[in-house]
């Protein structure tokens, strides 16, 4: 298994941006699919974005243009820009690992404890 804790949230402006880490420890880091998920209160969780362990990325219409997945191997964290931030982005958002290409989040066996953020109108 692998051990995620995320950091970087907290509130801003609608059209402000915010930077998301992921940091990953245990296995190797290389071997699995990274997501960002998020959840709104009252609502079900929702994938936002996936860096696939192959390098290939993909993103959620929602977050397609606006939000920026990336990968560093050498630190052991991935990356999630949120831009253009709306009201409808405030939500916890979570990381998650898998060894699958997946956006299911029943298929991914590690998750972070999550960090909220806040966009204001």
């Known amino acids: 298994q692998v051990q995620l804790v995320e950091s970087g949230g907290g509130l801003v402006q609608a059209g402000g941006s915010l930077r998301l880490s992921c940091a990953a420890s245990?296995?190797?880091?290389?071997?699995?699919?990274i997501a960002w998920f998020r959840q709104a209160p009252g609502k079900a969780r929702e994938f936002v974005a996936a860096?696939?362990?192959?390098?290939?990325?993909f993103y959620a219409d929602s977050v397609l243009g606006r939000f920026t997945i990336s990968r560093d191997s050498a630190k052991n964290t991935v990356y999630l820009y949120l831009n253009s931030l709306k009201p409808e982005d405030t939500a916890v958002y979570y990381c998650?690992?898998?060894?699958?290409?997946?956006?299911?989040?029943?298929?991914?066996?590690?998750w972070g404890q999550g960090t909220q953020v806040t966009v204001s109108s």
């Open positions: 998650a690992a898998t060894s699958r290409p997946t956006h299911v989040p029943f298929d991914y066996g590690s």
């Open positions: 245990g296995r190797t880091f290389s071997m699995y699919t």
């Open positions: 860096s696939w362990r192959g390098g290939s990325t």
